[in-house]
């Protein structure tokens, strides 16, 4: 039994469709009970909050987001008791929205992007409010170094991970989860993602891109630039192709920057791979033999292994016609 419905956030590392000599493998942070990642530095920072007594039950929070950071605190914020207003973009989708209002929040929709976003709730953070900051504020990162990245060194199952890939927003999960590997695996090359259309690490200028979650536009003060070893950039309407086919050839349903990471993970996996040598068979798997491991004979070799980290679910982008 669990205390709380925060007791149950983590998720599985689940293998995809991998190339020949190669494994990926994706953390499916829709098992969340918000449905997303961002439910795991939501908890944390207003966790680190409450212990430097910087707030208490029943205070008034602000956030600017574009979505799932805004789910999360709206999950945390109901079971915790806090009054929160959430400001957004308004072109973000309306089951954000929606989700957002089922757990009580208030949301301020405004017309712009997240730079907007944030002005706003900075004026309202000015009126009173306490904004948590999920762009500067050290919990955000700590909470993937301490939960994600953790589970992803247990649940490779002794295996090295050769790359890790992750989309660049907030930039809490590159940041967090490359830090606890970059120990682990001091060789793993950290990959960076980015919308082709809004690529400021790339090149350094903002765009315009229609990324929910991914591509802020600017460089957060969370993200550990000296982690990255490569940035590459991916259009929307590729993501958005990855997301069906990982729906209809797969069975796993996530938004668009998870198809982003995807197809980059796959591009880092065929780098990297190597045909000559067997992938260790996952134990316990739908339509798996007994393993060598078990039968007390050798496990086989082990090939190169990419993780990265879809977001999201899809459910929450129906109303885009994502999967029209």
């Known amino acids: 039994m669990k205390g709380s419905i925060l007791d149950t956030i983590g998720s599985p590392l689940v293998q995809v469709d991998s190339p020949e000599g190669a494994t990926v493998a994706a953390k499916i942070e829709s098992f969340n009970p918000g449905g997303s990642a961002k439910d795991r530095p939501a908890m944390e920072m207003i966790r680190t909050a409450e212990r430097e007594g910087r707030i208490e039950p029943g205070d008034r929070l602000v956030e600017p987001t574009s979505g799932n950071t805004?789910?999360?605190?709206?999950?945390?914020?109901?079971?915790?008791?806090?009054?929160?207003?959430?400001?957004?973009?308004?072109?973000?989708?309306?089951?954000?929205?929606?989700i957002m209002a089922a757990y009580g929040a208030d949301l301020e929709l405004i017309d712009g992007d997240m730079?907007?976003?944030?002005?706003?709730?900075?004026?309202?953070?000015?009126?009173?409010?306490?904004?948590?900051?999920?762009?500067?504020?050290?919990?955000?990162?700590?909470?993937?170094?301490?939960?994600?990245?953790?589970?992803?060194?247990?649940?490779?199952?002794n295996r090295e991970v050769d790359a890790f890939v992750a989309g660049v927003g907030t930039g809490g999960t590159l940041s967090g989860i490359g830090r606890r590997l970059r120990e682990a695996f001091p060789d793993v090359e950290i990959v960076a993602v980015e919308p082709e259309r809004n690529s400021v690490l790339s090149t350094g200028e903002s765009g315009d891109d229609d990324f929910q979650g991914m591509g802020p536009g600017f460089v957060s003060d969370n993200l550990d630039v000296d982690l990255i070893d490569r940035v590459e950039t991916v259009r929307l309407e590729d993501a958005e192709d990855e997301c069906r086919r990982l729906a209809r050839e797969e069975g796993i349903l996530v938004g668009q920057s998870s198809g982003a990471m995807s197809l980059v993970s796959q591009q880092v996996a065929r780098e990297i791979a190597e045909p000559d040598r067997e992938c260790p068979e996952i134990p316990g798997t739908f339509d798996s033999a007994p393993t060598p491991e078990a039968d007390g004979g050798e496990v086989a070799e082990d090939c190169p292994l990419v993780v990265t980290v879809f977001w999201d679910s899809g459910e929450r982008y129906l109303s885009t016609g994502l999967f029209d």
């Open 115 to 157: 730079t907007d976003a944030r002005e706003r709730a900075d004026e309202l953070e000015a009126e009173g409010a306490t904004q948590l900051g999920q762009f500067e504020n050290p919990a955000n990162p700590a909470a993937h170094y301490r939960t994600t990245g953790a589970e992803i060194v247990e649940q490779v199952d």
């Open 70 to 98: 805004g789910i999360g605190l709206a999950l945390v914020a109901a079971a915790r008791d806090y009054d929160l207003t959430i400001v957004m973009p308004a072109d973000k989708s309306e089951e954000r929205q929606q």
